[in-house]
């Protein structure tokens, strides 16, 4: 089959390509860049996409998808239908299911359960046997099964000697260690500590517990020369800790969720637990520096953290609701309005952050817009406003704090492996 | 003259007139509790329900005498185990009982922010009895109607809570509702007890007790929660009495008056010597029987608005 995307502005920073044009795709493969001649338009479906943005497929690296275990909440289908809504052609899955992806078996199973999808999904292994921190995790098994990362995320490496040994045995086969960030024994609370946990008379979470182990991580990825990517980052010292370590040419790679550069802690006034998340929401200060590290290029990449929940398991009492939030299908939006019509980001570096940056981190290749090359696309308008409606949501969580919020900028359709998601379905292309 | 809002949540943000109001309306309640008949029908065919997810025995008892007196209908359901683990949501238990017609609910909770929850997903009125670290109004109320009665205002005095700061809903209520009616707050203890950012509530922090005695009115003699984990912020309740709890030494070493207040249950020989706590400058129990009259009030101011 044969589609056109007419008048798109083409758009992949890794090519320096900007360019408005025509886009002829057959067969899920990229045909001709410009020149369509009227037979061209005559056997094709034609996108009348004006002035809209065609570029590199997003990838989300950081989602959880809830498979195997908790199908409830989200599965790879679900979670892969709300990625290809929010604008994402491949994504990163989280290995803290039930069982743990510990094992090649669950890798292979995740990967199974993808095949036919649209969206590409590359798990993430834990770095320890069931991210109890204690033992390795078959590292070399899960990456030969298809894992692209290891983290014990949901929380820490616990034991520093146990992070050692991770980095160094992964260096065989190049993959990063993913860390969430988090000294437990300072983070026995429900939110970032500070005036308003005091006035909500909610235990805090002080920045310090974040900060402390992005220090020890930069430090042993200085000692080791090993890579530690820094997972939903949040706190203002802790970017300046990847600045500068940056500056000293350690590997040290960081991402931001949407929710940390959008919200503060302000909003968990209401007590509502769609904004109870792990790390908490920070202050103004902290979105200042977040804000800060997006433009200077010290956080690579913006991931959602999405974090399927159950209605039931969310409203709840606050010190007993879960944390997280749905952000697949929001993420585009936030960047588009919060980071870019802010002037935060140019279009081109928040392409970068969502398109480039996550699979180079990641070792996958960057889908190039040439002729001969898979149309591995995603086309989205800076300028549609739109409202969310957490009933549209193709995931089958609707926990997100961002119900009814007006935003500016959307994904109007992804392509990938031969497929299409426009208008709200998925076909063959 | 009414309330300004449908529920008590906390004393954050709760008007003047408000408090004025309640403490007013107290002292009329507070005589009816000295009569021979203790009762009134005010409150004659209103449902109350005191929910109680966490243990408590004089908060809820006094709610309930008050209610009694109000000759309300009381219904008591206290459960110390969390929603978690019974199986039921809180949501579901809330909107059962919410489903026998009920027009008050009284609620205690481990959780912070219980009370606004309720608000969203019941119809009654919504009393907060306590929850979490976060606010217990009456308390906050009742101490100040205790120190109004003792010393005859609350404008330009200076109070001063001793204690677990961080870990007290006690102390929030107090800070709020004193601030308001224009008291002049301060906090005292270790600094491992007081929470980050209580300066920005203009609350001047201590962390000499001598020096709080020296340069306050009232002392509000908060409970070392040994169940809440105190021990692991101080190094023994031992060395705790010594560096803060209040003895009759200290007091006579102030040569002056200073009143002595205390939300219960109290540790003789912690926080507070048991000279002290039967001494002369000591409220008490003024504060228990207070306790009655200012939760009659907030009932009745409640019940009765249309």
């Given at each position: 089959m044969?589609?056109?995307l007419?008048q798109?502005?083409?758009l ?33 479906k034609?996108?009348e996409?004006?002035n809209?943005?065609c ?7 950081h989602?959880?998808l809830r498979?195997?275990g ?6 790879v ?5 709300a990625a ?12 803290n299911?039930?069982p ?5 078996e ?9 095949k ?36 014990d ?9 146990v ?13 990063p260690?993913?860390?969430h ?5 300072l983070?026995d ?10 006035t909500?008379?909610?235990q ?36 300046e ?5 940056k ?24 007590y509502?637990?769609n ?12 979105v200042?520096?977040?804000?800060e ?10 991931a ?6 159950a209605?039931?398991?969310?409203e709840m ?24 019509h802010?002037?935060?980001?140019t279009i081109?570096l ?8 996550p699979?180079?981190?990641l070792n ?13 696309l995603?086309i989205?308008?800076p300028?549609?406003?739109w ?11 609707k ?23 426009f ?7 | ?6 529920h008590l949540l906390?004393?954050?943000g709760?008007?003047k007139e408000d408090?004025q ?10 005589e009816?509790?000295?009569?021979p ?7 004659q065919?209103k ?9 408590s025995t ?10 009694k ?5 009381t219904?008591?359901?206290s459960?110390?185990?969390?929603s ?8 579901d ?40 670290l976060?606010?217990?109004?009456t ?10 009665e ?15 700061v ?6 929030l ?19 491992t007890m007081?929470?980050?950012?209580i300066?920005?509530l203009g609350?001047?922090?201590?962390t ?5 005695m ?6 509000n ?14 190094p023994?309740?031992r ?11 200290r007091i ?12 219960g249950?109290?540790n003789?020989?912690?926080?507070i010597?048991s000279?002290?706590a ?12 207070n306790g009655?009259?200012v ?7 409640l019940?009765t608005?249309?």
């Open positions: 044969k589609i056109i007419k798109v502005i083409l992949n920073p890794d090519q320096k390509l900007n360019q408005k044009n025509d886009l002829l795709i057959e067969d899920g493969v990229i045909k001709k860049i410009g020149g369509l001649k009227e037979e061209d338009f005559k056997s094709s034609v996108f996409f004006d809209k943005y570029t590199p497929g997003f990838f989300d690296m989602v959880h498979e195997p908790r199908e409830d909440e989200e599965t289908e679900t979670g892969c239908n290809a809504a929010g604008g994402f052609t491949g994504v990163a899955c989280m290995p299911t039930n743990d992806i510990d094992s090649a669950v890798v292979r199973f995740i990967k199974e359960k993808a036919n999808h649209l969206v590409d999904v590359y798990p993430v292994a834990a770095a320890t046997l069931a991210r109890k921190g204690e033992a390795l995790s078959p590292m070399y098994e899960l990456f030969e099964a298809g894992a692209v990362a290891f983290s995320d949901g929380v820490a490496i616990k034991n520093a000697g992070l050692r040994n991770a980095l160094e045995y992964s260096k065989n086969f190049g993959t260690i993913i860390e960030c988090e000294d437990e024994t983070a609370g429900a939110m970032n500590e500070g005036l308003i946990s005091t909500l008379g909610l805090g979470i002080p920045n310090v517990a974040e900060d402390l182990i992005v220090m020890r991580d930069i430090m042993l990825a200085e000692f080791i020369d090993g890579k530690v990517h820094i997972a939903h980052i949040s706190s203002k010292n802790s970017v800790l990847v600045r500068q370590a500056k000293r040419g350690i590997k040290i790679t960081a991402e931001v969720a949407p929710h940390h550069f959008t919200l503060t802690d302000d909003s968990l006034k209401s509502d637990t904004y109870k998340m792990n790390p908490p929401l920070r202050t103004r200060a902290d200042e520096a977040l804000l590290g997006l433009k200077d290029g010290t956080i690579d990449c913006i959602s953290d999405h974090a399927p929940h209605i039931e398991e969310k009492e606050f010190i007993y609701a879960p944390n997280g939030i749905v952000g697949l299908e929001t993420e585009v939006g936030l960047v588009l309005s919060e980071l870019v802010k002037k935060h980001l081109s928040a392409v970068e952050k969502l398109a480039l940056n699979r180079k981190i996958l290749p960057v889908p190039q817009i040439k002729e001969g090359e898979i149309a591995n995603t989205f308008d300028d549609l406003i409202t969310v409606d957490i009933s549209n949501f193709k995931s089958k969580s926990n997100s704090p961002f119900d009814k919020r007006l935003m500016t900028g959307k994904s109007i359709a992804v392509i990938n492996n031969k497929k299409m998601f208008e709200e379905k998925f076909f063959l292309i | 003259m009414s309330l300004s809002s449908r906390g004393l954050n709760v008007p408090i109001l309640i403490l007013d309306t107290a002292t009329t309640f507070r009816v509790l000295e009569r008949i203790k009762k009134v029908p005010t409150l065919g449902t109350i329900v005191n929910l109680f997810y966490e243990d004089r908060t809820r008892i006094s709610f309930e005498l008050a209610q007196r109000l000759s309300a209908d219904i008591n359901f459960t110390s185990t969390s978690v683990k019974k199986g039921e949501t809180f949501k238990t809330v909107r059962n009982i919410e489903a026998m017609k009920v027009d008050m609910i009284v609620v205690r909770h481990k959780s912070a922010g219980v009370p606004q929850y309720l608000t969203r997903i019941s119809k009654a009125n919504i009393i907060n009895a306590g929850d979490g976060h606010e217990h109004p308390q906050g109320l009742l101490d100040m109607y205790s120190i109004r003792r010393l005859g205002k609350l404008e330009g005095l200076k109070v001063c809570i001793v204690g677990d961080a870990h007290s809903r006690v102390a209520s107090n800070i709020f509702g004193l601030k308001t009616m224009g008291a002049i707050v301060s906090v005292c203890g270790p600094l007081i929470p980050l950012g300066e920005s609350v001047k922090i201590y000499n007790i001598d020096e709080a020296q340069n306050n009115d009232v002392l003699v908060l409970r070392i929660q040994l169940e809440r984990n105190a021990g692991t912020r101080i023994s309740l060395e705790y009495h010594k560096y803060f709890g209040i003895t009759s030494e006579e070493k102030q040569n002056k008056e200073i009143v002595i207040l205390h939300p249950p109290i003789r020989g912690v926080e010597s000279e002290v039967d001494g002369p400058y000591q409220v008490i129990l003024d504060q228990v029987t009655v009259a939760r009659m009030a907030v009932l009745y101011l019940g608005m249309h």
